[in-house]
């Protein structure tokens, strides 16, 4: 699961034919004309929420969807997913094989001439570097009882979920340094999506030799020989920090962090289709075409700018005035009537895999499980609800899981065995029962450039004051709330999740215990059991099964509550041909390099 700044999607008929996606309807042609011929080349503006923060989309605090959008269209990997929620290998990059299922190995190879665009050859080096950030081996950190680390150290801060790689032993480096082959220690469900894959990571997303030269070593090969004979970390018997190591995860961490365009290209190099040509700061971003990239689908513009708007009305009067050709706006009702008599524009609605939450954090006033008991009793979720999604999808009801969305088979299940009707409706008697006189004081992080989550924030403000509590706006702008999560700084958040759609290696990534996106410090040891056999369950049914069974110990903790899936809202001007979407994290920007603007 990735961090929503708001994503937009749709599902295609395929799709909604795989998942039974509520909601999604045709795209629909306002003043329709007909269909004029594509030009090759040529210019186009995106607008998109959110701002750009970090060219390295894997760690915590570069985890969002604007920054995960542009690793999409700057790098390339082995495999992504199309819009009808299949996986698609990309062999102009390399190919990946199943060596063998006992004891599953998988091997990739990157193929000759593929390449950054400062002309260093992708390969092993690289890949040894994404896998040892992705598999959390090093990492020695013990966690608490309250989730909290006790002891040890954690290196790479890495945003997803390390359960497949863990599972891996050294890579074996072989083709003349183009190949690595990872052997497993026991079956993994989703190895296909599980290294390299550019829809769920960004491919390889930094380079090997930028990072051993940043962090102060001899070169790309050293910093493999470093990683391979750097012993794996035991949280139970936690080693000095490694000091070579150190310096290698921090520079990994924070080195290609960047607000403006960095003086030195390397910490922005692209080995995809794009390359970062300026950054116009909190405004604009601008690709243009990597003119050596010939491994991977060739786009057909030159030029995209991504427009940073948060606000809805502003991207549709962008939209209008011609000064953006496609738009994803926070979905609201009353944008549909200006949308609607704009003229040559096509309008994209449904369903999102995506969903908007409120978090309890597992310590400080919401240590004790009555205390997150009774906060959870003050949220008046319907009337968010109808303050916020139902206004463009009347009927809409709260999410009433933590694993799945309203139309995926295992929602119903979930939701008749998790307790989630507890919850139903803000129950003020209840909450005051629970605190028994106490005023917590409690401060709430979300992102205030945001409608749906300001609503949302007001409401619970508000009702929560009713029953004794003191809640202080921690709101942040757009560009600085997500920074802010897993670093103690508050009480409780409002953010969002989206899904890739494929596998199910989200679960463990959000809620097991010391899980990098685990910002809350959940930790529950059933929890974490059935987890890990989640991933290596290969049967469906069974998937789901265990799916319902860690959602109910979830509620059972008083974790926080699922607040409502999103809608989508989107458009596109007529000008631009080959926009469609999806109902993933990558949302329109899976099939970027077929957009075309015609005359």
Known sequence: MR??????????????AALALGGCTPEQRVNDVPSPTPTPGGEISVAESGVVNSFNPQTTAGNTSINRKLAYATHTGFNYVDNNL??????????????????????????????????????????????????????????????????????????????ALALTGLPEIGDENRSITLTYSRPYADWETAFGSLTDSGGIAVPAHIV???????????LTTLLLQTPRGTPLEPAPVNPELRAVADYWNTAFSAADLPEDPALY??????????????ASLTLVRNEDYDWGPLPELDEITIRFIEDPTAQVAALKDGSV?????????????GLQTLGNT????????????????????????????????????QQIVEATVAQLQPGAQPLDSQVFLTDQAGYEAAAEANGSETFAEADLERARELLDGATPEVRVLYDRDNPYRARAFELIRGSAAQAGFTVVDGGLPAAEWAAGLGTGSYDAAIFGWTASGVGVAGVPQVFRTGAASNYNGFSSPDADALMAELVAEPDAQRRDELRIEI????WDARYGLPLYQLPGLSASADTIEKVEYMPNSTGLWWNFWEWAVVR
């Open 86 to 163: 299949e996986i698609v290998p990309l062999e102009d990059f390399g190919r990946y094989e199943k060596l063998s299922d006992d004891p599953l190995t998988v091997k990739y190879t990157v193929n000759d001439g593929v390449a950054w665009s400062d002309g260093a050859p992708v390969g092993a080096d690289d890949m040894v570097l994404a896998w040892a950030a992705g598999s959390g081996r090093y990492d020695d950190e013990r966690i608490g009882d309250n989730g909290t680390p006790v002891s040890g150290t954690r290196y790479f801060d890495y945003a997803g979920s390390t359960e």
């Open 551 to 554: 959602d109910q110990l979830i």
């Open 325 to 337: 050709d496609i738009i994803s706006p926070q979905p609201d009702a009353d944008l549909l009537p």
């Open 3 to 16: 961090l929503n700044r708001l994503t937009t999607l749709c599902a295609s008929a395929a799709a909604i």
């Open 346 to 381: 096509t309008l994209h609605q449904g369903n999102q895999l995506a969903y908007d939450h409120l978090d309890l954090n597992f310590n400080g006033v919401f240590a004790t499980r009555a205390v997150r008991e009774a906060f959870m009793e003050t949220v008046p979720r």
């Open 269 to 282: 190099l692209s080995n995809g289709p794009f390359i970062v040509q300026d950054i116009s700061p909190g």
């Open 212 to 222: 051993a030269e940043g962090a102060g070593l001899a070169d790309e090969k050293a």
